[in-house]
């Protein structure tokens, strides 16, 4: 009777460390995801304000410069080939895509009646912590102001 009490304390007590082990990783997961959605949101608010020729608000740093905006957009860019080979632990990649989109590009059939509005695509990568990563996301999105 005793081992047996003993074998099931002794499965409990793996049990309970499995447990603490899988809520771990799913809190590095999560903290990498939204540091990801946040390179992301902070490129696009840089984005915006350079297409509408405005500063960034006080207090706020610009992650993406206008020299930082791939203006070729059909050059096999590979989101996930990009973010596997990121050594930082944040990076962004902005790509303007409007003139490879289907009825966003000039194909000469009379005179357009405003101007295409400009479409990106922005791909961030981050990791969960930034001195000691154990998990990294991906976030890759379509901007159109």
């Known amino acids: 009777m005793l081992?047996?009490?003993?074998?099931i304390g002794?499965?409990?007590?793996?049990v309970s460390g499995m447990q603490e082990k899988?809520?771990?990783?799913?809190?590095a997961v999560n903290r990498a995801f939204e540091e990801a959605e946040g390179v992301v949101r902070n490129a696009e608010n840089s984005v915006e304000n350079i297409s509408n020729r405005?500063?960034?608000?006080?207090?706020?740093?610009?992650?993406?410069?206008?020299?930082?905006?791939?203006r070729v957009c059909d050059d096999g860019f590979d989101p996930?080939?990009?973010?596997?080979?990121?050594?930082s632990a944040r990076a962004v990649n902005v790509r303007q895509i409007d003139q490879c989109i289907q009825g966003e590009a000039n194909i000469g059939m009379g005179q357009p009646v405003?101007?295409?509005s400009p479409v990106f695509q922005i791909t961030g990568v981050a990791a969960d912590d930034q001195n000691n990563a154990s998990s990294e996301a991906a976030v890759d999105t379509i901007f159109k102001l």
């Open 80 to 87: 996930m080939q990009w973010a596997q080979a990121q050594t």
């Open 54 to 70: 405005t500063t960034a608000p006080t207090g706020t740093t610009s992650s993406v410069a206008s020299g930082d905006i791939n």
């Open 114 to 116: 405003d101007p295409a």
């Open 3 to 7: 081992v047996l009490l003993a074998l």
């Open 22 to 27: 899988m809520a771990a990783n799913y809190r």
């Open 10 to 14: 002794i499965a409990g007590i793996q």
